[in-house]
């Protein structure tokens, strides 16, 4: 839908950037400039996280909230990237529907790289190699620590 999308607002600028005898009349240019628009916004709603989460509650109902809306996001880090989806990435999103809830998540590294490469919700929490988990886990330790013994 994203690719046809696209096709058809590039038809429609083809159309209103025609000249000479090809040259749309006022009332033509008038009606194409608010179909442009028109599917503008569709594309940017179709390209919404928020969108295809409000679209498909089922998600949210499944997984709740935050969790649902970082599943819609992985799914645009996929289309944004041209990546192919792997079968072990099934796996992985529902895994990474852990990270609302956790301080760090380890994920692999191309999966990880994915996810804070398109910023999804929470990426700061994203480990994505093993040797730096030692160094995290102290760090999230020491901040905890600071803040109950500053709680006292």
């Known amino acids: 839908m994203l690719a046809e999308q696209a096709d058809l607002r590039a038809k429609l600028r083809s159309e209103l950037t025609a000249t000479g005898k090809n040259a749309l009349s006022v009332e033509g240019r008038e009606a194409l400039t608010a179909l442009e ?5 569709f ?4 390209k919404s996280p928020e969108e295809l989460t409000k679209n498909a509650p089922r998600w949210k109902e499944l997984f709740g ?5 970082l599943a819609a996001q992985i799914l645009y880090a996929f289309y944004k990237d041209e990546r192919d989806i792997k079968n072990s990435d099934g796996i992985d999103l529902i895994h990474a529907m852990y990270l609302p809830h956790a301080d760090l998540w380890r994920g692999d590294k191309a999966f990880s790289t994915l996810l804070i490469n398109n910023r ?11 040797g ?7 760090a999230v330790i020491a901040v905890q620590g600071l803040a109950s013994s500053g709680a006292r």
Not at 37 to 41: A, D, L
Not at 43 to 46: A, Q, R, V, W, Y
Not at 65 to 69: I, K
């Open 37 to 41: 628009r028109e599917v503008k916004t």
């Open 43 to 46: 594309g940017s709603e179709l």
């Open 65 to 69: 909230e935050e969790s649902g809306l």
């Open 120 to 130: 999804v919700d929470f990426c700061t929490r994203i480990v994505p190699s093993l």
């Open 132 to 138: 730096e988990l030692p160094g995290r886990i102290e």
